[in-house]
């Protein structure tokens, strides 16, 4: 266990941590030798092939003989421009063999640059005054400051209001409470209509990019939008000349079930953010990948793109992110994530007889589920309880490492809890988390009712 007195600091102040000794799969140990089950994918839906895959060490290893770091201004690296390329195969939609891509460090980097990209090709080409990006409540694009301004997690972002830019947000696309009070598909889909007023009310002049998670993550615990859903917001943008960014930070690579989160959708946005799946957690890698013609729009003007990080495109990071993907593509675990996935989400809609679960929801291997005070109100639990943390604890004690998230209700109160165990997980595990849960359900239902 850790101590409360040591100097480095940790996430909580209020638990104390056990000390991971070592991991395999979907499984990690403890320094007593308690086993925990990978539930959440790591912090979250990272570990997409699991922990221990020996080649992908292997090949980080080799690189690592040769060289491992490099001047990145002045030299290039050949895993880069395989990554590239490896990418541009893979890419959704229009983007196939059509984009080029900018790899970085963190999600929160991606999303970043994916904005300063969006702003720098308006204003290379003369459209300078485009500079908002528009988000969603209820969205989550990164932990920096920039990324606190586009992302609608009001617990992460609000004391660092003062520092941001805050910039325009539409309601999520979240049935279980409709911010319309509407029901799909009567509804018209009025909260993607409501990106066109977001537009109107800035001035289209203004606007840069909208940025969306196509399958909402920690914010509304796996929350995917309803079909149709970005076809009208593709269209708006197209309306409008806004550049549509989806942050596939979570969703890429498979996590949903289909190689990419916005494939649910027909239709190819301008520009992605990746990492998380990228490397499954074995480097710490990101990726901006954007249509070919809106880097051409920069390199034509020799504007050179000016987001570098000192530590972006690391080779060795580069053939972790290679390793993966191939392990991805060569275990079809984008298939797995989707059988697996389908079998996982029907199993969790047992959870809908305990008085306390109001919704399940999710796609592939990323889902979760709500707890409510009252089934009939859909009222959440008092904020304060914080019991999307009782439970993390009840399912920890028991060997499942689970992903509590608050915030669905005005960004203050409703509770939920995410899964997103690793790609390569089995019917027979997914049973294992599942008797897991019911167990720790009946004594959360015990402490909480
Ligand atoms: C959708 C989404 N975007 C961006 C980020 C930020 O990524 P990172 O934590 O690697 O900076 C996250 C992190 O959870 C995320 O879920």
């Known amino acids: 266990m850790s101590k409360p007195n040591e100097t480095a600091i ?46 992908v060490y292997e090949a980080m290893y080799q690189q690592a003989k040769k060289y491992s770091f490099y001047p990145a201004h002045a030299f290039s690296n050949p895993k880069l421009l395989e990554l590239g390329d490896l ?53 989550f694009h990164g932990a920096n400051i920039f990324a606190s301004g586009i992302s609608g997690n009001t617990g992460r972002r609000r004391i660092y209001t003062p520092m941001f830019r805050d910039m325009a947000k539409i309601p999520p696309a ?22 066109e007023d977001a537009i109107c009310q800035a001035g289209s002049e203004n606007v840069a990019a909208f940025i969306a998670e196509p399958v909402v993550g ?64 074995y480097f710490a890698v990101a990726a901006v990948i954007a249509r070919a013609d809106i880097w ?32 991805i593509q060569e275990h079809n675990l984008v298939e797995n994530a989707r059988v697996v996935g389908d079998y996982f989400l029907q199993q969790l809609e047992t959870l809908l007889d305990y008085r306390t679960v109001g919704d399940v929801r999710g796609r592939g291997m990323m889902v979760g589920f709500e707890f409510i005070a009252n089934k009939e109100t859909k009222e959440p639990f008092p904020p304060e309880r914080a019991i999307s943390r009782t439970f993390f604890d009840l399912a920890f004690d028991r060997g ?8 669905t209700v005005r960004g203050v109160a409703g509770d939920t809890i995410m899964l997103a165990p690793p790609m390569i997980t089995s019917r027979e595990q997914i049973d294992e988390i599942m008797s897991i849960l019911h167990s720790s359900m009946r004594e959360f239902e015990e402490q909480v009712l």
């Not at 638990?15 to 979907?26: F, K, L, M």
């Not at 509304?220 to 806004?242: H, T, W």
């Not at 050179?304 to 390793?323: D, E, K, Q």
């Open 218 to 281: 920690s914010s509304l615990a796996s929350y995917p939008a309803p079909p149709g859903y970005f076809e009208i917001i593709r269209e708006i943008c197209n309306d409008y000349d806004v550049l549509f960014i989806a942050d596939e930070v979570m969703t890429a690579l498979g996590r949903t079930g289909r190689m990419w989160g916005i494939e649910h959708w027909n239709v190819t946005p301008d520009i992605i953010a990746l990492s998380k799946s990228l490397t499954s957690g």
């Open 296 to 327: 051409n729009v920069l390199q034509e003007a020799n504007a050179h793109y000016v987001g570098g990080h000192t530590l972006n495109a690391s080779v060795i990071g580069m053939v972790a992110a290679i390793r993966t993907i191939r392990y």
């Open 400 to 407: 499942l490492v689970t992903y509590p998230c608050a915030g």
């Open 174 to 195: 979240y049935c279980y409470r409709c911010p319309f009070e509407k029901t799909y598909p009567e509804c018209d889909l009025l909260c993607a209509r409501a990106l």
């Open 87 to 139: 990418i541009a195969d893979i890419a959704p939609g229009k983007l196939r063999n059509n984009c080029k891509t900018w790899m970085t460090v963190t999600g929160s980097e991606a999303t970043d640059d994916a904005c300063r990209v969006a702003r720098q090709y308006w204003v290379v080409k003369g459209e300078t005054s485009k500079h908002i990006i528009i988000g969603r409540w209820q969205a």
């Open 10 to 55: 940790q996430r909580r102040f209020d638990w104390q941590y056990p000390i991971i000794d070592r991991a395999d799969g979907i499984y990690m140990w403890d320094t007593e030798g308690k086993r925990y089950i990978d539930g959440s994918g790591g912090s979250a839906a990272v570990t997409s092939i699991g922990e221990g895959v020996q080649e």
